[in-house]
């Protein structure tokens, strides 16, 4: 009698906490995640070719942006 009533806490958890982990795992399943439509934008390959005018509009949009020119600044860090 003594052996049951120093078990029958630790079965009552154990009986508890199982019945949680099962309801959790059934509602897990039944959580339906929604794929967003525009996905496919997302997945679709970047073209293989330089756009040259996107590139030299970044350039001067960097010159007239940076304090100091990216010329300049590494020219600062090479060793003389």
Do not use: C, H
């Not at 009986?15 to 679709?44: H, R």
């Amino acid at each position: 009698m003594s052996l049951i009533k120093k078990i029958l806490p630790i079965l009552i958890i154990l009986l508890v906490m199982t019945i949680v982990w099962v309801g959790f795992a059934v509602y897990s399943q039944t959580l339906e995640l929604d794929i967003n439509p525009d996905a496919a934008n997302f997945i679709k390959p970047i073209s293989s070719s330089f756009d040259t005018e996107v590139l030299g509009d970044i350039t001067i949009k960097t010159e007239e942006s940076f304090p100091v020119s990216p010329q300049e600044f590494l020219r600062l860090n090479q060793v003389d």
